[in-house]
C-alpha cells in the first residue's frame, strides 16, 4: 500500500556538525575529489571527520556515490558506540536509495530504527522505511513480520506513529486480536492517511462475517473521510461494488465499476468482474464483450480460469451451441499443462505450468515482484562498481547475493499456496466446462430454449452520447480505449 510518495530528504551539515575549518578542509578536498573522479579517492588518508564531512556535503550536492562511499568508510573505521554511526549509516542509507538500491538501503534504515541507538535519527529511519515499502517491492519478512508489526515502538512523530500503528494493528488482525488490533486503530488520528485505511480493515473483517449491510455502510463512510488515498479509494470502490453483485444489484455494481474504472482502466480483474454482473443481468453480449477485451495483449498475464467458463454460459444462453462448446475447450488450451500436471499427479513444487502462472496472478505477485527486484539491484551494483570502489562494490554483492537466495526460498514456499488455490480454480472451471458440455449435448434435444427465466437485454438499446466517431484500423491492433465492446451475436432462443 502506498500513501503517495515523499521527496527522499538529504542530510542537514548539522548533522555531526564539524568545526568550520574542518568544513572548509573538507570542501577543499571534495573539489579535489570531484577533479580526479570520486572511485580513484583514497579514503584512508583523509581524517574521519573530514571523510565523515565529504559524505555530508556529497549527499547534500546529489553527489550519491561519492556520499556512501565516505559513509561506508567512516562506517568500517569506528563503532555503534560512535555518537556520529547511525547519522553516517543514515547517510548511506539515504544515498544508496538515491542510486535506486532500495533493498540494500531498507536494510540499514532497519539497522538504525530497530537498534533506537540515536532516538533522534529514528524517525528519520521509519521515515525511509514508509518509503521503500509505499513505492517498492520490499522484504515483508524482515521489515514487517521482524519488526515494524511486532516490535514495541512508540514515541515518534504522529505522521510515523501511525504508519506504525497501522501496521500493528493489521498484524494483530490477522492473528486474531482484533482488541489489540482495535487499540492500535484507534491511536491513529483522523488526519492521517493510514485512518481510513485502518478504517476500511475494519470494514472488510465485517464483510468476512457476512454482515453485508453493515459493511456497506461502513465503506460508505470511509469515502466521506477527509484523508482517503486513491489506491485506498479504488479498493473501497471495489468492494461496495461485490456487496451490490451479492445483493443481486447488479445494475449498481456496474455503475460502480464504471466509476472505478475511470482511475483504474487497466485491471484485468475489474473486466472480469462487470461481465460477471452484466451476464447475470441478462446482458450476455455485453458480458462477451467484456471477455473479448481480456485477450488483447496487454493481459496476457492474467491468469483466471473462470473466465472460459463464462464466456461458455453466456454463449449458452444465447443458444450458441457450436461457439459456446468453443469457449469451453479454451479452457484446456490454455491451461493444458497445468491441467496435465494435476491430473498426472506431479507435486505442485516441480509443475513448471503451474508455477509460471501462480507467479503472475495477485497472490504470487508480492514476493516473485521482490525476487525481481533484488536481482534488478544486484546488477545495478555491478553498473555502478566503478564509481563505489571495489571494496564497497564487493560488501554490497555479498549483501545482494543473500537477498536474491532469501527471496528466492520465500518465494518457493509462499508460491505453494497460490499453486494449491490456482490448481483449485483450474480443477473446478474444468468440472464446470463438462457440465457445460453436458448440457450442450441434452439442449439439442431439447431445442433453442432458454435454461433460465431471465430475459435477454436488447445491448443496443441504450441511447448512444455524444458525436458518432469512425476508427480506422490497418492491420492488427489491440487497445485499452477499446475494452467496452459488445459482441453483435445472434440470440437464437426461441421463447
Not at 588518508?45 to 559524505?55: G, L, Q
Not at 536494510?107 to 533522534?120: G, N, P, V
Amino acid at each position: 500500500m502506498t500513501t503517495g510518495r515523499t521527496p527522499i530528504p538529504t542530510a542537514s551539515p548539522r548533522s555531526g556538525a564539524s568545526p568550520p575549518r574542518a568544513w572548509l578542509a573538507a570542501l577543499a578536498l571534495l573539489c579535489a575529489v570531484w577533479l580526479a573522479g570520486c572511485s580513484t579517492v583514497n579514503f584512508a588518508e583523509v581524517e574521519r571527520d573530514d571523510v565523515f564531512a565529504i559524505a555530508v556535503q556529497a549527499s547534500l550536492d546529489g553527489e550519491h556515490a561519492l556520499a556512501v562511499r565516505a559513509s561506508e568508510h567512516y562506517l568500517q573505521g569506528t563503532s555503534p558506540e560512535d555518537p556520529r554511526y547511525d547519522r553516517a549509516l543514515r547517510l548511506l542509507a539515504i544515498s544508496a536509495e538515491s542510486l535506486g538500491l532500495s533493498y540494500a538501503a531498507s536494510l540499514w534504515y532497519f539497522d538504525i530504527a530497530q537498534s533506537r541507538r540515536d532516538l533522534e535519527v529514528v524517525a528519520e529511519a521509519v521515515r525511509g522505511l514508509e518509503r521503500i515499502i509505499g513505492s517498492n517491492p520490499f522484504d515483508d519478512n524482515v521489515l514487517l513480520q521482524g519488526f515494524i508489526a511486532t516490535d514495541d515502538i512508540t514515541g515518534l512523530p504522529r505522521e510515523e506513529q501511525a504508519f506504525i500503528d497501522y501496521y500493528q494493528g493489521l498484524h494483530s488482525i490477522q492473528r486474531g486480536l482484533t482488541d489489540w488490533a482495535d487499540k492500535s486503530f484507534d491511536a491513529i488520528p483522523p488526519s492521517s492517511p493510514y485512518r481510513a485505511r485502518a478504517d476500511y480493515v475494519r470494514a472488510v473483517r465485517v464483510l468476512a462475517r457476512r454482515d453485508l449491510v453493515t459493511a456497506r455502510g461502513d465503506l460508505e463512510a470511509i469515502l466521506e473521510l477527509e484523508v482517503v488515498p486513491e489506491d485506498l479509494r479504488i479498493d473501497v470502490m471495489r468492494s461496495l461494488a461485490r456487496i451490490a453483485f451479492e445483493e443481486k444489484r447488479f445494475g449498481d455494481a456496474i455503475t460502480i465499476y464504471q466509476s472505478i474504472r475511470e482511475t483504474a482502466p487497466d485491471d484485468p480483474l475489474l473486466l472480469l468482474e462487470m461481465a460477471w454482473s452484466h451476464y447475470y443481468r441478462g446482458e450476455s453480449r455485453r458480458a462477451l464483450g467484456l471477455l473479448l477485451a481480456l485477450d488483447a495483449p496487454v493481459y496476457g498475464d492474467f491468469i483466471a480460469p473462470e473466465r472460459f467458463l463464462l464466456e461458455a454460459l453466456a454463449l449458452r444462453r444465447l443458444c450458441q451451441f457450436e461457439p459456446a462448446r468453443s469457449a469451453a475447450v479454451r479452457l484446456r488450451s490454455r491451461h493444458g499443462d497445468a491441467l496435465a500436471d494435476l491430473h498426472n499427479g506431479v507435486p505442485l513444487q516441480t509443475s513448471r505450468a503451474l508455477r509460471a502462472a501462480s507467479g503472475l496472478r495477485t497472490g504470487g505477485k508480492p514476493v516473485a515482484s521482490f525476487r525481481r527486484r533484488v536481482e534488478a539491484e544486484r546488477r545495478l551494483v555491478d553498473e555502478l562498481s566503478d564509481d563505489l570502489g571495489p571494496e564497497f562494490s564487493a560488501r554490497l554483492v555479498a549483501i545482494y547475493d543473500r537477498g536474491v537466495q532469501e527471496s528466492a526460498r520465500r518465494e518457493d514456499e509462499l508460491l505453494e499456496q497460490e499453486m494449491k488455490e490456482l490448481a483449485r480454480e483450474l480443477l473446478s472451471a474444468e468440472e464446470g466446462v463438462r457440465l457445460i458440455l453436458h448440457e450442450l449435448g441434452i439442449a439439442l434435444l431439447r431445442g433453442r430454449r432458454r435454461t433460465d427465466n431471465l430475459d435477454e437485454a436488447d445491448p443496443f438499446a441504450r441511447a448512444t452520447e455524444g458525436s458518432p466517431v469512425l476508427y480506422n484500423f490497418d492491420g492488427e491492433f489491440w487497445t485499452d480505449e477499446l475494452d467496452d465492446l459488445i459482441v453483435t451475436i445472434e440470440d437464437r432462443c426461441i421463447d
